[in-house]
């Protein structure tokens, strides 16, 4: 696991009517067993799915979790926009627009396989397998 590795492999809906996701999560990437000196070579990439909704989305209360229920909590009032990619990275630095930090300061994400999950405030839930399997 020396390079980088983004998945773009099935994705999953589940708990919400119909599969309609108003915020996707398009890409999970990790890398190598060395997180704890670079968490930030992992990121969650989401955005805005246009079949759902062409306007912005508070994700006021909205969550990323693993298969640890390791959550990441969107910070209050942050919005994504559309045509706009917004990446959350496992490590530290200053959020901006696009760019969250989830502040750990190892990886969160296991290599040998996770599941990114973003969980809405009302329970629905949106699963991106990494090479494994998501738990209940």
């Known amino acids: 696991w020396s390079e ?3 998945l773009c492999g ?8 119909f599969g309609t996701s ?7 990437r990790w890398i190598g067993h060395r997180d704890d000196l670079n968490p930030n070579n992992e990121f969650v990439e989401l955005a805005i799915d246009p079949r759902f909704t062409t306007t912005a989305v508070d994700m006021t209360g909205f969550t990323i979790r693993n298969n640890q229920d390791d959550r990441y909590t969107f910070p209050s009032g942050f919005v994504i926009q559309p045509d706009q990619t917004v990446r959350v990275y496992s490590g530290a630095g200053t959020n901006s627009a696009t760019i969250l ?5 190892s990886g969160a994400w296991n290599n040998l396989g996770d599941c990114a999950r973003l969980v809405g405030p009302q329970a629905g839930t949106f699963t991106f397998t990494i090479a494994g399997t998501c738990r209940q």
């Open 10 to 17: 099935e994705n999953h809906l589940s708990g919400l009517p």
């Open 22 to 28: 108003k915020v996707d999560i398009t890409a999970v």
């Open 4 to 6: 980088a590795h983004v």
């Open 101 to 105: 930090y989830w502040g750990r300061s």
